[in-house]
């Protein structure tokens, strides 16, 4: 929840943390928004601040640190679209300079900054939401409401097969396909299945044809606390058959089954697809549910209490594949716990850690209290 000054009446002015691709990408949707105000781009790079704010034609403010620039142009709002090394000292600077933040995913590097963005959210009293983009689509919700008509879930799944080729870091990465593109599914797995991960199984592999130094293709399944199961199988280094980049879904439920293909609506095994409804969609949705929550006082989707346990799956898969063995969420969650206790360097976060019960237990707490309708 924000803080207790009075909620902004008109556009809400924002400064844009983040000038590389990313961060064109939410500058584009900031200006195409009527109810945002972008006032300032910042960038430790001043250069590409200016080559970003230039290519909006109006005379957008720069600087190198997104606080200072906030305070210069009276923005309210930061938008955090830096690369993940940077969430955490970024949003933690915004949060205690009274601005709301809206995140690009991950929230964070690892499990541990998160905790502690949650708790320095908590203890700031600010709203700090990150944008998990595929899960602001029309048809997922359609999907969520097809499976909720077909009572418990047994299983889903989903297939994901690319062969993008990037260069660059990604190409470098040990876990490319977990770390880099997996949290989208996972995340909407949470959501379609309304349930939290309990334990994660993965193996990865790379192909003797892959271009990726680490492993390209991975397996996991996650035990939810439903009694679902949810079966990720994906690969970056898969030629031909290509999938949507949303991928291919399929739920079995407890009265039948329905479909995704992660492009059109979902089909149901039985009777016609019902249309889906039109809504904005990707980070222009997440955009508009960020400014609705700074007016309204509401708790988004995407809350950081909420957004975290989609990270901890990331985490417990790549640790499964390195270890070969079974993984517990808790124990994603309590060595992050651990780790973010020891490591905290603002005391009153620090102390907000040291008085949860249990990481998961406080992450509960909030996302359980969230009210916002869906787009």
């Given at each position: 929840m924000s803080g207790a000054d009075p909620r902004p009446a008109g556009p809400l002015p924002v400064v844009l943390?983040?000038?590389?691709?990313?961060?064109?990408?939410?500058?584009?949707?900031?200006?195409?928004?009527?109810?945002?105000?972008?006032?300032?781009?910042?960038?430790?790079?001043?250069?590409?601040?200016?080559?970003?704010?230039?290519?909006?034609?109006?005379?957008?403010?720069?600087?190198t640190d997104a606080v200072e620039l906030a305070a210069a142009t009276g923005a309210r709002a930061v938008v955090d679209a830096t690369v993940p090394a940077a969430h955490h000292p970024v949003t933690t600077a915004a949060l205690f300079a009274g601005l709301d933040v809206?995140?690009?995913?991950?929230?964070?590097?690892?499990?541990?900054?998160?905790?502690?963005?949650?708790a320095a959210a908590q203890v700031s009293g600010r709203l700090f939401m990150v944008s998990q983009s595929r899960r602001w689509n029309p048809q997922l919700f359609a999907l969520r409401a097809m499976a909720a008509d077909l009572g418990a879930a047994g299983t889903l799944t989903t297939g994901f097969f690319r062969a993008?080729?990037?260069?660059?870091?990604?190409?470098?990465?040990?876990?490319?396909?977990?770390?880099?593109?997996?949290?989208?599914?996972?995340?909407?797995?949470?959501?379609?299945?309304?349930?939290e991960p309990v334990s994660a199984y993965c193996e990865t592999h790379n192909p003797p044809w892959s271009w990726y130094a680490g492993d390209a293709s991975a397996t996991a399944v996650f035990a939810m606390d439903s009694g679902a199961r949810y079966t990720y199988t994906g690969s970056w280094c898969a030629p031909g058959a290509q999938t949507s980049w949303n991928g291919?879904?399929?739920?079995?439920?407890?009265?039948?089954?329905?479909?995704?293909?992660?492009?059109?609506?979902?089909?149901?095994?039985?009777?016609?697809?019902?249309?889906?409804?039109?809504?904005?969609?990707?980070?222009a949705a997440a955009l508009r549910a960020f400014t609705d929550a700074v007016r309204t006082g509401a708790t988004p989707m995407g809350e950081v209490h909420e957004n975290v346990p989609s990270l901890a799956m990331v985490e417990a898969a790549v640790r499964s594949a390195r270890t070969g063995r079974r993984v517990l969420i808790d124990d994603?969650?309590?060595?992050?716990?651990?780790?973010?206790?020891?490591?905290?360097?603002?005391?009153?976060?620090?102390?907000?850690?040291?008085?949860?019960?249990?990481?998961?237990?406080a992450l509960a707490r909030v996302r359980d209290a969230r009210t916002a309708a869906p787009p």
């Open positions: 943390a983040g000038a590389g691709n990313m961060g064109r990408a939410w500058c584009a949707a900031i200006e195409d928004d009527p109810g945002v105000e972008l006032t300032g781009i910042a960038d430790i790079d001043r250069t590409s601040a200016r080559a970003a704010a230039t290519a909006t034609g109006r005379d957008v403010a720069v600087g809206l995140g690009e995913k991950p929230v964070a590097e690892t499990v541990a900054q998160a905790l502690s963005l949650a993008p080729r990037f260069g660059g870091f990604r190409e470098e990465m040990a876990h490319p396909l977990l770390v880099d593109m997996a949290i989208h599914a996972f995340d909407a797995a949470r959501f379609l299945l309304d349930a291919e879904w399929r739920l079995s439920a407890q009265r039948g089954a329905v479909r995704w293909d992660g492009d059109h609506e979902p089909v149901p095994d039985t009777g016609p697809a019902p249309p889906v409804a039109a809504a904005p969609s990707g980070i994603v969650l309590d060595g992050a716990h651990a780790e973010a206790l020891r490591t905290e360097p603002h005391p009153d976060v620090r102390a907000a850690l040291a008085g949860w019960p249990s990481a998961r237990e």
